[in-house]
């Protein structure tokens, strides 16, 4: 008997597609209009790196709007794109007593003035520290930093069968892939992974920057329906 096969980018577009088409229907310009404002923070920066772009913010929107995540861990606040993105998006679906631990091991901006649920900040603190704080099960994972080998059994031990890992720059051989690999006994776990959306995915829905946002999801979330 003859297998059926289905490629892994293939499958990743319309999960991507179903999550991103949840969101179509929400005003954009507000939420862009207010990550765009965090740009100010720079200037209080330890250092001037890199943060998500546009794409990236709003596939990160669409996820946390889509799976209603109440505790969330996040690895690399730097001027808070991400963290305020998942934050819009919490709080435009009512999800009560959300928290949302972030750290950054260089950063120590606040986020007070932005914030709409709870930020727990780990201010100039490594993602260990911040994971071994952490004294709940978390629900969504956001790595926008390089994990070290002592935060994978910390996040093994945090997560519950429903947690979903979303990995940034997950390209070449850049920190997405090193943390994928890290934590690539997941995949023996009942866990598989969605590589991030490809340009025809993301234009269909206004969005023509490229997205390296892949996810890391247990396949007990995963259901097959009728239409």
């Not at 200037?43 to 546009?54: E, M, R, Y």
């Not at 990160?60 to 606040?77: C, Q, W």
């Not at 926008?144 to 051989?173: A, K, Q, Y």
């Not at 992974?193 to 007990?220: H, Q, R, W």
Request: charged share 20%; aromatic share 10%; proline share 3%.
């Amino acid at each position: 008997m003859e297998t059926i096969r289905i490629s892994r980018s293939a499958l990743s577009n319309l999960v991507w597609n179903q999550i991103l088409a949840a969101s179509n229907h929400v005003d954009r310009q507000m939420f862009f209009d207010t990550i765009s404002g965090l740009e100010l923070n720079r200037v209080k920066a330890a250092h001037d790196t890199g943060s998500i772009n546009n794409s990236n913010a709003w596939c990160l929107y669409s996820l946390t709007r889509y799976f209603k995540p109440t505790i969330i861990a996040e690895v690399g606040t730097f001027i808070g794109r991400s963290t305020i993105s998942m934050d819009e998006a919490l709080q435009d679906v009512y999800v009560r007593d959300a928290v949302i631990h972030t750290c950054d091991a260089a950063s120590d901006i606040s986020l007070d003035q932005y914030a709409s649920c709870n930020i727990v900040q780990y201010p100039k603190k490594m993602s260990t520290e911040m994971l071994q704080a952490i004294t709940s099960k978390v629900d969504m994972f956001f790595l926008d930093g390089r994990i070290v080998p002592e935060d994978v059994d910390l996040i093994l031990g945090l997560s519950h069968n429903s947690s979903v890992i979303v990995l940034d720059d997950f390209e070449g051989t850049e920190k997405g892939v090193a943390n994928f690999m890290a934590l690539a006994r997941l995949t023996q776990m009942g866990y598989t992974v969605f590589y991030p959306p490809d340009s025809n995915t993301l234009s269909k829905y206004g969005l023509f920057e490229y997205s390296n946002l892949a996810m890391i999801v247990p396949y007990n979330i995963i259901r097959f329906t009728n239409q």
